[in-house]
């Protein structure tokens, strides 16, 4: 029986479509050189180990904080478009600058700036996905976002690796090719993305007023804990890479552990996003804490690098469960004016608690081992799943 074209669902808007093939394209871009950039510091400019992880930890903390900025900022004009047009343009304009780099200090300019520009896109460009969509298939939305974003994700090392080989390990040449879909990604969300119109007598004040922060709401500093608890259960897909290695997978092939996460993800964002719409947000996080838990404990047991593979793949099928539910959910929970902020926020705890995760971890590993790092975060796991419950009697079905 044909579907009654007033009762079925809407359509992903074309803006949508848009802004996840914007992310598809900066990511391959970027993966082109984040995946050779450490071998290409040490191997060609001669940094040394500590080196990278400084200039790591410098532009990941720098994204950190201009993300709540950008976000409030967002709020306070009224626009997201204009904003994530710069910060799309400042990562693609820094893609040169990795292929002429000739030492440490072009290097660093190259990858602050570009962390400056994730952080300034992130938070507008998650608001302008909730402003454009209806809220019905917003769920459906955020994991087709995420889906587009995440096959950048495992494209652009493997473009990477196929150009290495093609041209005898020649970074530099990498780096030039890396700079068209960075180009293109810009050129993307200037023509294909329009923003929805707003009211210009609409008053405007400071988002990060205490009162405007108050108008958030318990509902929305619930997700936003909850989701520095995953970050704090999962620590960094770092750690998938290092467990490969220890087992004994080729050096060759350990990049491909990241390739084969990616490919879960990006297969399993879009339809969770879409089950998202129909069921319980609380019901499915509950579910992707169990699908966590089960990864850990493979990686935990892994003998054989099949097990590994195994566990990659049950992790990115979790993530493929939560992070687009979990921006959702940020949308669901804000008004519409706060949503920039809202994001921002959200990203800024969620990262936080990736970088004590990870530092934690790492003692773990260092310490103890490798199987008590995975065993340890399935217990953490275990613990938010509990905690999940508990929340989710005391306030009610989401």
Same mark, same amino acid.
């Given at each position: 029986m044909p579907t009654d074209p007033a009762t079925a669902p809407p359509r992903i808007p074309a803006g949508v479509w848009a802004l996840g093939l914007v992310s598809m394209l900066m990511d391959i871009s970027s993966e082109m050189i984040h995946s050779l950039l450490?071998?290409?510091?040490?191997?060609?400019?001669?940094?040394s180990a500590l080196v990278v992880g400084v200039i790591e930890g410098l532009a990941e903390a720098t994204a950190l904080i201009v993300k709540v900025f950008s976000g409030a900022l967002s709020?306070?004009?009224?626009?997201?478009?204009?904003?994530?047009?710069?910060?799309?343009?400042?990562?693609?304009?820094?893609?040169?600058?990795?292929?002429?780099?000739?030492?440490?200090?072009?290097?660093?300019?190259?990858?602050?700036?570009?962390?400056?520009?994730?952080?300034?896109r992130g938070a507008p460009r998650d608001a302008l996905v909730a402003d454009i969509t209806p809220p019905e298939i917003r769920g459906a939305?955020?994991?087709?976002?995420?889906?587009?974003?995440?096959?950048?994700?495992?494209?652009?090392?493997?473009?990477?690796?196929?150009?290495?080989l093609l041209w005898a390990n020649d970074f530099r040449a990498v780096f030039w090719v890396a700079v068209l879909?960075? /180009? %293109? @990604?810009? =050129?993307?969300?200037?023509?294909? #993305?329009?923003?929805?119109?707003?009211?210009?007598?609409?008053?405007?004040?400071?988002?990060i007023r205490r009162e405007n922060l108050r108008r958030l709401g318990s509902a929305y500093w619930w997700v936003v804990g909850v989701g520095a608890l995953f970050t704090l259960a999962r620590f960094s897909e770092a750690f998938l890479v290092?467990?490969?290695q220890q087992l004994g997978i080729a050096m060759a092939l350990v990049p491909l552990v990241m390739v084969a996460m990616n490919l879960v993800y990006a297969?399993?964002?879009?339809?969770?996003?879409?089950?998202?719409?129909?069921?319980?947000?609380?019901?499915?996080?509950?579910?992707?804490?169990?699908?966590?838990?089960?990864?850990?404990? /493979? %990686? @935990?047991? =892994?003998?054989?690098?099949?097990? #590994?593979?195994?566990?990659?793949?049950?992790?990115g099928i979790h993530m493929g469960m939560t992070q687009g539910l979990l921006a959702t959910m940020v949308a669901d929970a804000t008004p519409a004016d706060l949503r920039g902020t809202a994001f921002g926020v959200f990203n800024l705890a969620s990262g936080l608690a990736m970088l004590v995760a990870s530092v934690v971890a790492g003692l773990m590993w260092d310490a103890i081992g490798p199987a008590a790092t995975f065993w340890a975060g399935g217990a953490f796991a275990v613990l938010c799943l509990v905690g999940l419950g508990l929340g989710r009697r005391s306030t009610g079905p989401c």
């Open positions: 450490p071998m290409f510091m040490v191997g060609t400019l001669g940094m709020d306070y004009l009224g626009k997201r478009k204009g904003l994530a047009l710069l910060g799309y343009g400042l990562g693609a304009f820094t893609k040169p600058l990795f292929a002429i780099a000739s030492g440490a200090g072009l290097i660093v300019a190259a990858r602050l700036i570009d962390r400056v520009g994730k952080g300034i939305a955020f994991g087709l976002r995420q889906s587009l974003d995440t096959v950048g994700a495992f494209v652009g090392p493997l473009l990477a690796a196929g150009l290495m879909p960075g /180009l %293109l @990604a810009v =050129a993307v969300l200037a023509l294909g #993305v329009r923003e929805p119109e707003r009211h210009e007598g609409a008053r405007r004040g400071n988002p290092l467990r490969a297969a399993a964002a879009y339809p969770f996003g879409k089950l998202s719409d129909s069921v319980s947000h609380k019901a499915l996080l509950a579910w992707g804490l169990v699908v966590l838990i089960a990864a850990d404990a /493979l %990686l @935990a047991m =892994a003998q054989h690098w099949g097990l #590994v593979l195994a566990g990659v793949a049950v992790w």
